[in-house]
């Protein structure tokens, strides 16, 4: 199946984004499929610039993500990390791990997103085209609920595809694996994705992403207690300290002492190893100084 199937039957052109109108996004969107990488990085950075702006989502950021998905689902598609990167961000923006665990109600009820009609938002879109006209009463507000109401559908539009990323886990490139297990963090915890993320092995790096989204999803710690416990004693450095590090969040004080002691000597190391992608901006030293912080241990 072609992934960009249906691209040009879209109204591209009356979806707002950062710069007006998005008609260039069908473009963009074919261009990451060129044999060129200096005209697939040229499209990347523009169709980022086209549905991003400092993380803000707009009306377009949702209507990208279906496709980006199929491009990454594709093992033909070349960039398939970077692509990864990009779908993260438009279905989560900034977000740090302070949100975890995510909750959407929460996160999208500041500006009343939810009551926001098609009229509004249309005005919306009609006023920030053209910011010399009058502006209606509480535009500033109506604004503030048509950016909420963007983000929460771009987040909605990732979160819809869950099945696809749980299957990512497997995929043959490590770095969309490990990317896969840290959007997962940020989605409702099915039993076949935390099922999928307790077995995830197709790396070092995926098995060390799948740990530390096990260590944020509020899964019961009976589901998890032998996996991490077995994995203390793993091969792979990274894959001990995040297993302990998960074990500190999900099982606290009833935690394997060896799981301590891998903490503690974590802490105690001059060099500590790289984070997998999609946790790499993360500061591993910080982490563990939150789970021995979490057994009241610092």
Same mark, same amino acid.
């Given at each position: 199946?072609?992934?960009?199937?249906?691209?040009?039957?879209?109204?591209?052109?009356?979806?707002?984004?950062?710069?007006?109108?998005?008609?260039?996004?069908?473009?963009?969107?074919?261009?990451?499929?060129?044999?060129?990488?200096?005209?697939?990085?040229?499209?990347?950075?523009?169709?980022?610039?086209?549905?991003?702006?400092?993380?803000?989502?707009?009306?377009?950021?949702?209507?990208?993500?279906?496709?980006?998905?199929?491009?990454?689902?594709?093992?033909?598609?070349?960039?398939?990390?970077?692509?990864?990167?990009?779908?993260?961000?438009?279905?989560?923006?900034?977000?740090?791990?302070?949100?975890?665990?995510?909750?959407?109600?929460?996160?999208?009820?500041?500006?009343?997103?939810?009551?926001?009609?098609?009229?509004?938002?249309?005005?919306?879109?009609?006023?920030?085209?053209?910011?010399?006209?009058?502006?209606?009463?509480?535009?500033?507000?109506?604004?503030?609920?048509?950016?909420?109401?963007?983000?929460?559908?771009?987040?909605?539009?990732?979160?819809?595809?869950?099945?696809?990323?749980?299957?990512?886990?497997?995929?043959?490139?490590?770095? #969309?694996?490990?990317? /896969?297990?840290?959007? *997962?963090?940020? +989605?409702?915890?099915?039993?076949?994705? @935390? =099922?999928?993320? !307790? $077995?995830?092995?197709?790396?070092?790096? #995926?098995?060390?992403? /799948?740990?530390?989204? *096990?260590?944020? +999803?509020?899964?019961?710690?009976?589901? @998890? =207690?032998?996996? !991490? $416990?077995?994995?203390?004693?793993?091969?792979?450095?990274?894959?001990?300290?995040?297993?302990?590090?998960?074990?500190?969040?999900?099982?606290?004080?009833?935690?394997?002492?060896?799981?301590?002691?891998?903490?503690?000597?974590?802490?105690?190391?001059?060099?500590?190893?790289?984070?997998?992608?999609?946790?790499?901006?993360?500061?591993?030293?910080?982490?563990?100084?939150?789970?021995?912080?979490?057994?009241?241990?610092?």
């Amino acid at each position: 199946m072609d992934p960009l199937s249906g691209l040009h039957e879209m109204a591209w052109a009356s979806l707002r984004g950062p710069h007006h109108s998005s008609e260039d996004v069908p473009t963009q969107l074919t261009a990451l499929r060129s044999a060129d990488p200096v005209v697939r990085g040229r499209a990347l950075n523009a169709l980022d610039g086209a549905v991003l702006h400092q993380g803000t989502r707009w009306q377009v950021s949702a209507h990208v993500v279906p496709f980006l998905v199929r491009l990454i689902d594709d093992p033909g598609t070349p960039d398939r990390p970077d692509l990864t990167a990009l779908l993260r961000e438009i279905g989560l923006g900034d977000r740090r791990d302070q949100d975890l665990p995510f909750d959407p109600a929460t996160a999208f009820g500041r500006y009343g997103a939810e009551t926001v009609t098609a009229e509004q938002e249309n005005l919306v879109v009609e006023l920030m085209s053209d910011l010399e006209q009058e502006h209606v009463e509480d535009w500033t507000d109506l604004a503030n609920a048509c950016a909420e109401k963007w983000e929460a559908d771009a987040y909605r539009a990732t979160a819809a595809r869950v099945d696809v990323y749980r299957r990512w886990l497997d995929d043959d490139h490590q770095e #969309v694996a490990s990317q /896969a297990a840290e959007l *997962l963090t940020w +989605l409702t915890p099915t039993d076949p994705v @935390v =099922a999928a993320l !307790l $077995t995830a092995e197709r790396s070092d790096a #995926v098995r060390a992403s /799948a740990n530390l989204a *096990l260590a944020h +999803l509020n899964v019961s710690p009976a589901a @998890v =207690a032998e996996r !991490l $416990t077995s994995l203390l004693r793993h091969h792979s450095l990274v894959v001990r300290i995040t297993a302990a590090i998960t074990a500190a969040y999900r099982l606290g004080p009833d935690l394997p002492g060896e799981a301590l002691d891998i903490l503690i000597g974590a802490k105690e190391r001059e060099t500590l190893p790289a984070f997998p992608r999609g946790w790499h901006r993360r500061a591993q030293r910080g982490y563990v100084a939150l789970a021995l912080q979490r057994l009241g241990l610092d």
